[in-house]
């Protein structure tokens, strides 16, 4: 296994509600006011290899993307420090590195309105000395021609684009800065299905030209198995499971990964009979009120008395793998144990 | 590639499809064309004292004078040629509403863009500020100012921006606290940019539909403003007669018949203005998102 490029360690992300003045006064005179923190990511620990796509999974509001934000120095985090290279990617809560490029989820959103896309694309790598003024232009119309564009269209806005060229001209920008790690979060959420193929196929073209490592975060199970090495499954603030996308697929370890994956519907052509998927239970809990133990309990169908009282750690299940499931860690001592009596 | 490729040319397209505001944009072009032609075209020079004969003084519309031209508006209290004085006053109050306008810009929409995009004490510190100020009138504090700094034209313009600044900062914070959390400005921080070049170069362009509204209505008004102080007596020296001064002036002479003096710097004044409003309302029907098509 080659040296861990970026690594996350324990990182947690608490917001605290902003009181105004009135709240904390009607707070004083007995006022019920919210002022629980919302914990967003909790103790999270990862690391993803030199040249390798790990893809985020979760389902809305698991804090997948605020954990993107953090990698991508965007967000500092409450505790914990995100290095790349052993280099912090934060310094005193300024983004300092320029190795860690980002690709937003809406390119309707991400870039500026009121400049003509070759300025998007030039101003970071002229700001940071990349490339001087005089060549900027060649090095934009190189970009933009790389990403599947006309060099031509550096001279145009945003709002002369479809939602597919803007995205390439949003990759184009994270490019041009040359970064190692690039955090892409959900790229292709808000394309249309036929855009987001050639989204995606972009995406796979430029990391095997250009060896970029990539932490790819999506809801989307398809899209994420097809882009990635190494797949974390999110829940609440957590990661739960962690493992090459071959495992996570074929052999999911945790409850929570389990059920995600028989949830997502299938298009059944076979026997033309559409096969009823199963919907995982209940609501993912709120993040103001996490349940105790593992989060997951609630929705649980194996939970055990252990997982109502006790947060189950990330452990080795295998090679390269990592679960944080109480009934999966007892199944293992169990098989363990069976084992060692069997070779008695 | 076409014109209506870049903001401004669309921008263009959409104004001309309103003749009210095409009519009111060539009134204002031509009024600030004859201010600023004024030293060529008026017939008199009303500052020179020496050129002014008081055989001329107070005579109505349409006078033949000892110059030997015509008085078109007639001529005030001193014999000055109300047309050349009116010329004159309209190339002062352009001067100083505009200046006014443009720096109370500048400064204003900083100080709004930065407390949006600092936040915290810096926030609190400039908007409270400007909150105290927009609390009591422009005029006030305008007066006050001028009283305190004195005649002349950098004081007045001094005194109306002071005055006026407060409404830019306002619409500065308003638009940048919706425009700070938009994908856009994340990036920039994200790559990482400067926070001044993330503040002027992305977040305050950004800012600017509404404040150019607000600057056109601003500079309407400060023109108003000027001349209400000149016409208190307050604005501008005897030796530089701006609109509000020749008005002030006519006053006196109104219930004697002698409406000219007064009526049509009057009407100068009011053309002026309304002529800039009726193109701020259009640029702001233009910006307004809920009223596009």
Known sequence: MS???????????????????????????????????????????????????????????????????????????????????GEPVLHNGRKVTTRVQTVFQDPFASLDPRMRIGDTVAEG???????????????????????????????????????????????????????????????????????????????????????????????????VRHVSDRVAI??????????????IYRDPKHPYTRALLDS???????????????????????????????????RCPLAVDACRRDVPALMADGTDRLVACHVRAMERNAAATTALEEGR | MSEAATPLGRFWADFKDSPVAVVALVVVVAIVVLAIGAPWISPQNPYDLGGLSLL??????????????????????????LLSAILYGLLISVQ?????????????????????????????????????????????L?????????????????????????????????????????????????????????IFRHLLPNCMPPLIVVATVQIANSISLEATLSFLGLGLPVTEPSL?????????YMMSGRYWISVYPGIALIVLIVAINLVGDQIRDQLNPRLRR
């Not at chain 1, 999110?234 to 495992?247: C, D």
Request: charged fraction near 20%; include cysteine; hydrophobic fraction near 45%.
């Open chain 2, 96 to 140: 100083i509403g505009f200046m006014a306008g443009c720096v109370a810009l500048a400064v204003g929409a900083s100080l709004g863009v930065i407390a949006a995009y600092a936040g915290g004490l810096i926030e609190t510190l400039i908007m409270r500020i400007v909150d105290l100020q927009l609390s009591f009138p422009a005029i006030l």
């Open chain 1, 3 to 85: 040296t861990a490029f970026l690594t996350l360690d324990g990182i947690s992300k608490r917001f605290d509600p902003r009181l105004t003045l009135g709240d904390r006064i009607a707070a004083r005179f007995g006022a019920t006011v919210e002022d629980r923190p919302v914990r967003a990511v909790t103790e999270v620990s990862l690391t993803i290899n030199p040249g390798e796509t790990l893809g985020l999974v979760g389902e809305s509001g698991c804090g997948k993307s605020t954990l993107g934000r953090i990698v991508a120095g965007i967000l500092p985090p409450t505790a914990g420090t995100v290095t790349i290279d």
């Open chain 1, 234 to 247: 999110m829940y609440l603030g957590r990661i739960v499971e962690v493992g090459s996308t071959e495992q």
């Open chain 1, 264 to 298: 997502v519907p299938r298009l059944v052509l076979e026997d033309d009979a559409l096969v009823e998927f199963n919907a995982i239970t209940g609501e993912i809990p709120s993040p103001l009120a996490p349940p105790p133990g593992c989060t997951f309990h609630p």
């Open chain 2, 244 to 252: 509000g001064m020749l008005i002030s002036n006519g006053f006196v």
């Open chain 1, 125 to 223: 790598p002229i700001a940071h000395g990349l490339v001087t003024k005089a060549n900027a232009a060649d090095y934009v119309r190189g970009w933009l021609q790389r990403v599947g564009l006309e060099p031509d269209f550096a001279d145009r806005y945003p709002h002369q684009f479809s939602g597919g060229q803007r995205q390439r001209v949003a990759i184009a920008r994270a490019l041009a800065m040359q970064p190692d790690l690039l955090v892409c979060d959900e790229p292709v959420a808000s394309l249309d299905v036929s855009i987001q193929a050639q989204i995606i196929n972009l995406f796979l073209e430029l990391r095997r030209d250009l060896g970029i490592t990539c932490l790819f975060i999506s809801h989307d199970l398809g899209v």
């Open chain 2, 56 to 81: 001329d003084a107070r005579r109505p519309p349409g006078h033949i004078g000892t110059g030997g031209y015509v008085h078109w508006l007639g001529t005030d209290a001193q014999g000055r040629d």
């Open chain 2, 142 to 198: 305008a007066l006050v100012l001028v009283a305190l700094l004195g005649q002349g034209k950098a004081q007045l313009v001094t005194a109306l921006v002071a005055a006026q600044y407060a409404y830019f900062a306002r619409t500065a914070y308003g638009a940048a606290t919706t425009e700070r959390r938009k994908d856009y400005i994340e990036a920039a921080t994200a790559t990482p940019l400067s926070r001044t070049r993330v």
